[in-house]
Nanobody, 128 residues
Framework: QVQLVESGGGSVEDGGSLRLSCVVSGYTGGNYCMGWFRQAPGKEREGVAVIETSGVTTGRPRIADSVKDRFTISRDREKNTLYLQMNTLKSEVTAMYYC??????????????????WGQGTQVTVSS
């Protein structure tokens, strides 16, 4: 079973940067969609950035329009780690951030319902 452990969250001021990490274990092969989601209090969980991965390759990422010029998703295959680099942070991105994985079925969606495995979350707080 795939297990995901996030880290890297914290409190920063407007304009700051953070890099979230998600260490993946239990991967036994096949193509997966992996991504980052966030959930603010009283709001639904929403996709931030997703990417198709396999044991060898990494596909083209999909990033939410609201952050696509500031956030980058990447993967280090050797370290079994997924990253989310977040730059020029603004207070509206304050939320719990989750790493997620789901079987690839032809397309990686930013819909949370398509992902079966979730980490415990890491809090990101941006103060103005």
């Amino acid at each position: 079973q795939v297990q995901l452990v996030e880290s890297g969250g914290g409190s920063v001021e407007d304009g700051g940067s953070l890099r979230l990490s998600c260490v993946v274990s239990g991967y036994t092969g096949g193509n997966y969609c992996m991504g980052w989601f966030r959930q603010a209090p009283g709001k639904e969980r929403e996709g931030v950035a997703v990417i198709e991965t396999s044991g060898v390759t990494t596909g083209r990422p999909r990033i939410a329009d609201s952050v696509k010029d500031r956030f980058t998703i990447s993967r280090d295959r050797e370290k079994n780690t997924l990253y989310l680099q977040m730059n020029t942070l603004k207070s509206e991105v304050t939320a719990m951030y989750y790493c997620a994985a789901g079987l690839f079925r032809g397309y990686c969606t930013t819909s949370a319902s398509s992902y079966n495995y979730w980490g415990q979350g890491t809090q990101v707080t941006v103060s103005s």
